[in-house]
Structures are given as structure tokens and as C-alpha cells.
């Protein structure tokens, strides 16, 4: 009796600790997949942040070159045209481009209606209102557009 | 394993987060943002930031807030209010419920949500790098069983499991692990893009319930910023006469400048307004520039954050219960960055609220904290511990040398080697410390033992392994072992992480404000150490070198090794390190005159030419070199 209760007993105590085992187990099966999956990403990171470590940077400057270049439009002075198109070639050899919009048919991933205008033309932009760049593949600031609309629907 | 991912399905925004290494972490958009604006051109089939930009060109077939006609009937007062301010068409489908109808298709709000959903569960898997298919999401705590039955069903069209309707409020509290802490009784202040909620939460049975919830559906961050944009605006118009508002780009440019300074006036007094040529005036461009402080804006914005009050006063009447049995409160919505809107609330429960969460993210951080526990991944998770101070042992001069920095995650362990200060020392002693400060005598020690037996040698010979190894239940081991004859000694520690938070916080606070004082002091005894040892090498030298160098180099170097042994307890830094310098360059007069001496024996590194190392390595080589220059002597 004694002994066919202890039986019992260690059969219990080896299922626990099977139980036990696979739990751990799979604890450090999945401790092991996060830290390895968290250093693919870290790898992924480092490229990245090497890759448009300019990027802040350059996104903090446009304004400022939004406000050169209005007043450039105002004074159209030399002397000015030539210092942005200084600061145009650091951006440019950065790998910045402006994205080309004029003319173009709407294309929300690059670009942000402000204004509508009726027009003959469905969803064109007739107006770059603040221009738009890029950064390598990655568009860094969508440039701001005056879109045509031909007027369409019947509730208006 | 499969994740469940935790979703904060927003009216104005929504947010995802995941379990990772047993801790949330928000996945960030393929944008790079962290939340995605819940907007949705289902025509386009466009989602987030970019349907937002299209906005003013497709009003009608841009979906947005969308969540306020969620498993609503179209008869319903609120959708009727709705509708008299939302530009695209809401008509009334099957069974009377609210559907969109763009392009002449009708969309439920089950669908709309679904698109949003998608884009969150293909941000999730390019993130994760694996397939996601269960979901955790989030819904008002008024959300009736229609409305959440609705939110389900959103899950499910976009290809996810719901494996849970979570509430908000409920969401925001295990994101600060308050049912761990057991706070009977839970306020959370959520003030939104769009809409403010309170509610009351009860923890029962380790569930949160929540016990009454109120707020305004329509009161948020939009109309903060448009009192700041009306201010702006008022204030250009009596100065220019021109009305901005009545010109859509100077509009949009007022619009962002409006809330950049909102943001700004979170954590600063006086934000800068600049913007040149915001439009075109009779006699040329205007500029925009002005000054908003603080102050102001809370004197504009003062009667938005008084409306949250009443509902908040209703809410605690609903729950039967006073604000002094509130036992936290927890701060959820970008808008309670505002410290206005932080402090009426403090001052309202009196009491602190939780705010260390991003208030943007805090709902889909507790939804992937519920997502953990359905997995098993939270229930008993491996608390991995950090050691909360610097742990090291005392070498020569009375200096802490770290060997296990702070806020390292345990298990751990780490080995150093160290030599003996004296020549023939035959035992060390390891002195075990904790603490940030520079100095062995000012951090605290937790166990010493000497380990004797090391045989005879000069200083710097012997080499001594310390390692220092922490369990996973913060158990220290330091073990130190003589690698010349295998002798070895060790000491558990076991209290090595078992301060208190207060006496933790203590010592980091002490070691912040002694650090100047601090390091002046080690940089003392590390220049002391180095004249020590600089007297020693000399004294050597000259022994070794014998009569090989002439009376005059002798007696200069003896010179300098007296001067510099009588500043050697007393003397500042500087002089420390100018006599110092002193003795190395006659020193060199030895080496010169040992290889005149020796003829063109071989390019051998002249002994004391190199400041001398510490380490045992480095200078045990030195002398060999120096062993083989006598071998080769010729005697002249």
C-alpha cells in the first residue's frame, strides 16, 4: 500500500516536472526568439539611422528655406538667389530632391491638399504652395498643393 | 509563438503595441509615427496620414470618426448630431444601423474600422516579422454590447482574432501595473484628439470593473488648437486688418504653428510664433511673428479644461463615491501633457496622477499587457532584474573599481584581473562594494575576504581573477582566484539587490551630488598611485642597473625619487604629476646608459621610457626585456 502510493506519487512528481520542463521550455524558446528577433532590428536600426541620420536635421532646415526663397519671390535680389541655390547644392549633394508636383495628377502619398479649385481637370495640382523633398526613397516632408477639381457631384 | 497584438482602435488616432521580452512596446507605423490618424479613403482604399492629406480634396469620400457610428442605429440622437458636421454621407442600412455611403457604395463602420485594422495588422507583421492573426482591442467603457459586438467584427474583417474587448480605462491602468499594486479604486482622466472620458474603475477578483464613466464626446485637443489658431488669428487681423482665416494656405500654416506651439508650451514658458510671409497685404508680404507664453494660453484655454470637471464630479456621484477614496489616477490623451490640464486634476482629487506613460500610447501599451496574459507571457512572467547600484571591489588608495555597472539586467557576471601593490605581498584582500561614488570608503560594503597563499613576487606579478557573478535571484558571487598556483576563495552575497527603493534612491542622489568632489579625489590617488609606482620602478631600476650608470645620473634620479616621495601624501595633484613626470625623463638616463653600455645588442625597449602600467602584463614583460640586457652585459 505504502509502496504503491509513493509510486503514484513520483509519477506525479515526473509529470510535473515534464510539465515544468516544457513550460520553460517554451519561456526560453520565446526569450530566445525576442532577443533575436529585437537583434535583427537593432542590425535593421543602425542601417537606418546611419542611412538618414541627416534626416532631422535637413527636416528642421526647410522652413527656413520655405522663407529664403518667399523672399526671394518679394526682393528678387542676386545676392539672395545665389545663397539659396548654395543651400539648395548642400541639400542636393545630401541626397535631397524636391518633389516635382506641378502638373501632376494628386498623389497623397507625397503631397497634402490645402485648397481646391474648380477646374475642367480632375485632381491636378495647379499650385505648389510649399514644396515638398525628399530623401533618398523617403519622402521627408509632402509638399503642400492647390488641386483641380472638376465639379462632379450632384448634392453640391 | 504567435503574438497577440494589443490595439488602441481611436476616434482620432490609433495605436498598436506588442509583448516583447516581457515588456509592451508600441510598433510604429511604416510612416515612422507612432499612432496612425484613423482616417480611411475606402474608395482609394487609403488609410492614416496619407487619406488625411487628401481630405480637403475628397471631403466626402475621406472617412474619419469613424468610431462615433460604431454599432449605432441611424435613428440615434447622437449620429443625427453627427451627421450635421461631418462631410461625408451617413444613411441608414440594415436593420436602421449607420453606414457611410462613398461613391455610391455603402460602407459600414465595421468595414471603414477593418481598413484601419489592416494597416495596423501589416505594420505589426513587417515589424514583427511574423504573421499576426489574434487581436486585443480596445472600446469606451460606455460602449454598449452592439458597439463592442461591432468593434469585433471590424477585427474580423481585417483578418484578426479578437481575443478580448478590453476597456480603455481598464487598458490604461495595467499599463501602469496597478492591479499589481492593488489600487482598490482607479480614476482615469482621458482627454483626447476629440473626446474627453472619465471613469471610475474597482479592482474585484483581480479584474478591473468599471464602476461609472461620463464625459463630453465632443470636447479634445481640435479645440484647444482652434481657440490658440482664433487667437492668432484675432490678434493678425487688428493689427493688419487682413482676416488669415479667409485664405486657405496662410490657414494651414497658422493651423500647424497653432498646435507646434501647444506642443511646445507643454514644457516651456514662451513659445516662439515665426511665420514670414503669411500672406499678401496692400503694400507688400506680412510676417507673422509673435510670442505666446504659458500663462496665456491657459488664460485661453482655461474654460475647456473647467468643462472636464463637471463630468468628472458626475461620474464620482454615479460611482458613489468621494474623490478622497480614489486611490490613483491615471492620465491618458495627448492633451494631458498640458501641465494646466495635469494640475487642475491634481488639485481636483487632490493627489498626484500617473503620468509616466506616453498618454498617446498608454491604452495600447495595456492592451498588449492583456494580450501577454492570454498568451501566458504576463501571468508569471521572469521579472528580470536590473542591479540597481554599481557593484566593485576597493583597490590601491582606497579606489571603488566597477566591475558590474548599474542598471545591468541579471543574470550576469563579469571577471577583471588584479595584481598586488607590494612586493612579496602574498595575500589580498577583496573588499566587495556598492555604490556610484568613486571612493571605497563612501559606498557601502558588502562582505570582504582575504585570499592568502600568493606566492612571493614583485609588485605587480601575481595575477588575481575576480569575478563577480549575479543569479537571476539577484545573489552575488564574488569569487577570487590566484592564477599562478589555482588558489581561489569566494563569498555569496545575498543581499547584493535587496536595498530598499528609498535607500537606493539615496545613494544615486549622493553620488550625483559629491560627483565633482568626487573625482577630484580619484584623480589625486590615481596620480598618487602612479608616483608610487613611478618611485618604485626607479628604485629598481637603479638597484638592477647597479654601477652601470654614472654617479651623476644616480644621484639626479635619487634626487627626484626623494622629491617626489616627500609630496607623496601631501602633495596636490599637479605636483604629484609634474615630479612624476620629472623622475620618468631622468629615468631614462638609466636605460640610455645600460645600452651604451651593451653595444648593438638589439633594438630592446629602454626600461622606464613608457609611463608604467598598472597591470601585472605590461610590466612583467618589462622586466624580462630588462633581465635580458643584463644577461648581455659586457663589462667594460
Keep these: 500500500m505504502i509502496f504503491m502510493l509513493k509510486k503514484t506519487d513520483t509519477n506525479k512528481e515526473i509529470a510535473d516536472l515534464k510539465n515544468q520542463i516544457e513550460d520553460l521550455t517554451n519561456k526560453w524558446k520565446r526569450a530566445l526568439a525576442d532577443y533575436q528577433n529585437l537583434e535583427k532590428r537593432t542590425v535593421a536600426r543602425i542601417t537606418d539611422s546611419a542611412k538618414y541620420s541627416a534626416e532631422n536635421i535637413i527636416i528642421k532646415l526647410l522652413p527656413v528655406l520655405d522663407t529664403l526663397e518667399q523672399a526671394e519671390k518679394h526682393i528678387k535680389d542676386q545676392g539672395l538667389a545665389l545663397a539659396i541655390s548654395s543651400f539648395k547644392d548642400v541639400l542636393k549633394s545630401e541626397g535631397v530632391e524636391k518633389v516635382e508636383v506641378l502638373g501632376k495628377k494628386f498623389e497623397p502619398r507625397e503631397m497634402e491638399a490645402i485648397e481646391v479649385q474648380a477646374s475642367d481637370k480632375e485632381d491636378e495640382v495647379i499650385e505648389e504652395l510649399r514644396p515638398g523633398y525628399r530623401l533618398g526613397e523617403k519622402v521627408i516632408r509632402v509638399a503642400q498643393v492647390k488641386v483641380s477639381k472638376k465639379i462632379k457631384y450632384k448634392e453640391e | ?636
Excluded at chain 2, 503694400?283 to 475647456?304: F, I, Y
Design chain 2, 1 to 636: 509563438m504567435a503574438k497577440i497584438i494589443g490595439i488602441d482602435l481611436g476616434t482620432t488616432n490609433s495605436c498598436v503595441a506588442v509583448m516583447e521580452g516581457g515588456s509592451p512596446k508600441v510598433i510604429h507605423s511604416a510612416e515612422g509615427r507612432n499612432v496612425i490618424p484613423s482616417v480611411v479613403d475606402p474608395i482609394k482604399r487609403v488609410v492614416g496620414d496619407v487619406a488625411k492629406r487628401q481630405i480637403v480634396i475628397n471631403p466626402k469620400s475621406t472617412i474619419f470618426s469613424i468610431k462615433r457610428l460604431m454599432g449605432r442605429k441611424f435613428n440615434d440622437k447622437s449620429v443625427q448630431q453627427d451627421m450635421k458636421w461631418l462631410p461625408y454621407t451617413i444613411k441608414s442600412g440594415r436593420d436602421g444601423m449607420a453606414v457611410v455611403e462613398v461613391g455610391g457604395k455603402t460602407f459600414t463602420p465595421q468595414e471603414i474600422s477593418a481598413m484601419i485594422l489592416q494597416k495596423i495588422k501589416a505594420d505589426a507583421e513587417s515589424y514583427l516579422g511574423e504573421k499576426v492573426s489574434e487581436a486585443v482591442i480596445t472600446v469606451p467603457a460606455y460602449f454598449d454590447d452592439s458597439q463592442r459586438q461591432a468593434t469585433k467584427q471590424a477585427g474580423e474583417i481585417a483578418g484578426l482574432e479578437v481575443k478580448r474587448i478590453l476597456n480603455e480605462p481598464t487598458a490604461a491602468a495595467l499599463a501602469y501595473g496597478l492591479d499589481k499594486k492593488h489600487a482598490h479604486t482607479v480614476a482615469v482622466y482621458d482627454l483626447g484628439g476629440g473626446t474627453f472620458d472619465i471613469s471610475v474603475l474597482e479592482l474585484g477578483e483581480g479584474v478591473y470593473e468599471v464602476k461609472a464613466t461620463n464625459g463630453d464626446t465632443h470636447l479634445g485637443g481640435d479645440d484647444f488648437d482652434k481657440v490658440i489658431l482664433d487667437h492668432l488669428a484675432d490678434e493678425f487681423k487688428k493689427e493688419n486688418g487682413v482676416d488669415l482665416r479667409k485664405d486657405s494656405q496662410a490657414l494651414q500654416r497658422l493651423r500647424d504653428a497653432a498646435e507646434k506651439a501647444k506642443i511646445e508650451l507643454s514644457t516651456s514658458l514662451e513659445a516662439d510664433i515665426n511665420l514670414p510671409f503669411i500672406t499678401q497685404g496692400k503694400e507688400g508680404p506680412l510676417h507673422l511673428v509673435t510670442k505666446l507664453s504659458r500663462s496665456k494660453l491657459e488664460s485661453l484655454v482655461g474654460d475647456l479644461i473647467d468643462k472636464t470637471i463637471a463630468p468628472v464630479e458626475a461620474c464620482l456621484k454615479d460611482a458613489k463615491i468621494t474623490k478622497d477614496k480614489i486611490d490613483e489616477i491615471v492620465m491618458v490623451g495627448g492633451m494631458t501633457r498640458m501641465p494646466k490640464v495635469f494640475e487642475v486634476v491634481k488639485n481636483f482629487f487632490g493627489k498626484e496622477p500617473n503620468r509616466s506613460v506616453n498618454p498617446d500610447e498608454v491604452v495600447a501599451i495595456g492592451a498588449a499587457v492583456q494580450a501577454g496574459v492570454l498568451t501566458g507571457e504576463v501571468k508569471d512572467v521572469v521579472l528580470l532584474d536590473v542591479t540597481p547600484l554599481t557593484l566593485g571591489v576597493e583597490t590601491l588608495g582606497g579606489v571603488s573599481t566597477p566591475l558590474i555597472t548599474r542598471n545591468t539586467t541579471v543574470p550576469t557576471s563579469k571577471s577583471e584581473v588584479f595584481s598586488t601593490a607590494a612586493d612579496n605581498q602574498t595575500s589580498v584582500e577583496i573588499n566587495v562594494l556598492q555604490g556610484e561614488r568613486p571612493m571605497a570608503a563612501d559606498n557601502k560594503s558588502l562582505g570582504r575576504f582575504i585570499l592568502s597563499g600568493i606566492p612571493p613576487a614583485p609588485r605587480g606579478v601575481p595575477q588575481v581573477e575576480v569575478m563577480f557573478d549575479i543569479d537571476a535571484n539577484g545573489i552575488l558571487n564574488v569569487h577570487a582566484k590566484d592564477k599562478a598556483t589555482g588558489k581561489s576563495q569566494s563569498i555569496r552575497i545575498t543581499s547584493s539587490t535587496g536595498l530598499s527603493k528609498d535607500e537606493i534612491e539615496k545613494m544615486t542622489k549622493e553620488a550625483e551630488a559629491h560627483a565633482s568632489e568626487d573625482t577630484e579625489k580619484k584623480d589625486k590617488i590615481e596620480a598618487r598611485n602612479k608616483a608610487d609606482n613611478m618611485i618604485y620602478v626607479a628604485e629598481k631600476s637603479l638597484k638592477d642597473a647597479g654601477d652601470k650608470v654614472s654617479a651623476d645620473v644616480k644621484k639626479e634620479v635619487e634626487e627626484k625619487v626623494k622629491a617626489l616621495k616627500d609630496v607623496l601624501e601631501t602633495g596636490s595633484k599637479e605636483d604629484l604629476e609634474t615630479k612624476t613626470s620629472d623622475l620618468s625623463n631622468s629615468l631614462q638616463k638609466i636605460g640610455q646608459a645600460m645600452y651604451q653600455g651593451q653595444g648593438q645588442q638589439g633594438p630592446n625597449t629602454p626600461p622606464g621610457q613608457e609611463p608604467p602600467k598598472e597591470e601585472g602584463n605590461g610590466e612583467k614583460k618589462k622586466k624580462d626585456d630588462k633581465k635580458e640586457a643584463v644577461e648581455g652585459e659586457v663589462v667594460s
